[in-house]
Structures are given as C-alpha cells and as structure tokens.
C-alpha cells in the first residue's frame, strides 16, 4: 500500500518530473536547463480505478491529503546545482518494487521517458510515460500518464491504477527562502 500512498501524494508528480529530468540531465555534464532556487509547481492529477481501504483513506484525510480522483496542488521547491547532480543515478528502489527508465529522449527543450516498475517477482506493477517541455530556463511544463495494478493479497484481487498528471512550474526567485535544496513544501491542496 506505501506505493499507492506515495503515488497519491501531489509532491510525487511534480518531484518525479523534476528528479527524472535532473537525473537525465545531469549525464550530459553540462548546466542544468533551468535556473536553481526556488521553483512553484502546480500539479493537476487525476487516478482511476483505485479503492482504498476505510483506514488508509480515513489516514490521508487526517494529514491532509488529496483522495484519489481529481486533485489540483501547489508546492514549492527548492534547487540547488549540487542537488540537481546528487540526484544522477538510478530510480529510487526498494525490496518490494524496483523502476527503470527507458527509451530516454532529450536535447536542450525537451525530454521524453518510459518508466517501469516490476516487483521482487519480476513482474510488472507499473509503466508510464513522462513528458517534459523547458519553455525557457524559468518556465516549464510536463505530463505523466502511468498504468499499473497494486498487487492482491489472499482472496482480493489486484488493483488497477490509472494516473494522468499535468504539471506546470515557474521559477520564483534565487533564494529560497526557509526550505533547503532537495525540500519542497505544500502550498495549497484542492
């Protein structure tokens, strides 16, 4: 459930698009597309075909988090070049999933990706396309379409999970302000 959970959370879009352009971007050795400091991010989602049981839904609302559906969330970010690089290497893991990046397209305006997921079996959890647009080195959009299925336990069927994410950012300023490089924040949260 922690991979519905994180997938559900509005930070994952946006920092998934930004962390997977800096991954790749940072292979070329050359300067990050966009201006570090502090970025704002509008993240309009939208999942289908996830039923989350009673206490992981009653969990979300008490931290204030979006319910699957349609959800519109605000968050700022901030970036430094040396976190930028630090995040060169592979997807993050873990015992239960493991994520590649595949068919990795980019030059100085755009990039394109496949993402898989399989689980510790080698089976298939997840894939998805990501998309990203650097309108200027301060503005930026993107999208994330990913498909998968939540694996079942005894006696109840997977879950099916269809996520389409619209992502927008603008650069704010140099300084930003009270978080650190590599920390975002939630501004609002419809």
Not at 142 to 155: D, F
Not at 161 to 183: I, N, R, W
């Amino acid at each position: 459930m922690e991979e519905v959970m994180a997938l559900l959370h509005p930070r994952f879009a946006a920092l998934a698009l930004v962390v997977s352009t800096s991954l790749v971007w940072a292979q070329t050795q050359g300067p990050p597309p966009i201006k570090m400091g502090l970025w704002e991010q509008t993240i309009n989602q939208t999942m289908t075909g996830l039923q989350l049981p009673p206490e992981v839904e009653a969990r979300m609302k008490a931290e204030g988090r979006p319910m699957p559906g349609s959800s519109s969330t605000t968050v700022q970010s901030c970036y430094n070049e040396e976190q930028w690089r630090k995040n060169l290497g592979d997807m993050p893991n873990t015992r239960e999933r493991s994520c590649t990046r595949k068919n990795v397209v980019q030059d100085s305006r755009h990039m394109t990706m496949d993402i898989v997921c399989v689980d510790s079996n080698n089976q298939p959890t997840m894939s998805g396309h990501m998309e990203m647009i650097f309108d200027s080195r301060e503005q930026l959009h993107g999208t994330v379409t990913a498909k998968g299925t939540r694996p079942g336990q005894p006696g109840r069927p997977g879950m099916p999970l269809d996520m389409q994410t619209k992502v927008t950012a603008h650069f704010l300023s140099v300084s930003c302000g009270d978080l650190q490089p590599g920390e975002s924040k939630v501004m609002s949260s419809q």
